[in-house]
């Protein structure tokens, strides 16, 4: 695994890298249902949860 960085190039925390993966696998197999167990399971592992925000410009959600 190499070393994960937001898209401001700052180095990303490792607990945000494994909940962001978890987002995509859960948004990839089963959309926004897919997106909500994401959350939770990243939650309960102590990874926090992904909140997207609706700004198509923001540098750290597009």
Not at 8 to 17: L, T
Not at 30 to 39: I, R
Request: glycine share 12%.
């Amino acid at each position: 695994m190499g070393v994960f960085r937001n898209r401001n190039s700052e180095r990303m925390d490792p607990r945000e890298a494994v909940a962001r993966r978890l987002q995509q696998a859960g948004r990839t197999v089963a959309g926004e249902t897919g997106s909500k167990v994401a959350n939770v399971v990243s939650a309960a592992i102590g990874c926090g949860r992904i909140e997207l925000c609706g700004d198509p410009n923001c540098p750290n959600c597009s």
